[in-house]
C-alpha cells in the first residue's frame, strides 16, 4: 500500500521561506514521476512542481525561480523549497507520485492531478502579507 506523508507546512510572513517533505513507503517504481500540487480554497488544484526519476525538473511560471523541488538522500524522500513566499502561495500542498510509463509525456508536467493515483494528505501554508 502507497502512503505518502507531507510536513513542513506552517505560516510565514510575505518573504519567508518554507521547506516542504514527502516520504513515501510502499512502493518501488524504478522510473517516476512526483510532483507537488497546491489548492486552495475555492480553486483547483494545481501543479506547482515535477521532477522524475533522472532528476529532471518542472515548475509552474507562478514559482519559477522561488521553489526548488529536489529527491532526498534517503530514498522517497522528497522536497519543496519555497523561498520569498507570497499570500497568493497560501493553500494546501501535497505529493503526489506515479509510475512514469502510465504518463505519455517526455516530463511529468501533466497538470493534471488525475494523471497521478496516490497522493499525500496535504500540509497547509499560509503567508501573510
Known amino acids: 500500500q502507497v502512503q505518502l506523508v507531507e510536513s513542513g507546512g506552517g505560516s510565514v510572513q510575505s518573504g519567508g521561506s518554507l521547506r516542504l517533505s514527502c516520504v513515501g513507503s510502499g512502493y518501488t517504481y524504478g522510473s517516476y514521476c512526483m510532483a507537488w500540487f497546491r489548492q486552495a480554497p475555492g480553486k483547483e488544484r494545481e501543479e506547482v512542481a515535477t521532477?522524475?526519476?533522472?532528476?529532471?525538473?518542472t515548475y509552474a511560471d507562478s514559482v519559477k525561480g522561488r521553489f526548488t523541488i529536489s529527491q532526498g538522500n534517503a530514498k522517497n524522500t522528497y522536497y519543496l523549497q519555497m523561498n520569498n513566499l507570497k499570500p497568493e502561495d497560501t493553500a494546501t500542498y501535497y505529493c503526489a507520485v506515479e509510475p512514469k510509463h502510465t504518463i505519455d509525456l517526455s516530463t511529468c508536467a501533466t497538470q493534471d492531478p488525475t494523471d497521478f493515483g496516490d497522493w499525500g494528505q496535504g500540509t497547509q501554508v499560509t503567508v501573510s502579507s
Open positions: 521532477i522524475d526519476h533522472h532528476g529532471t525538473t
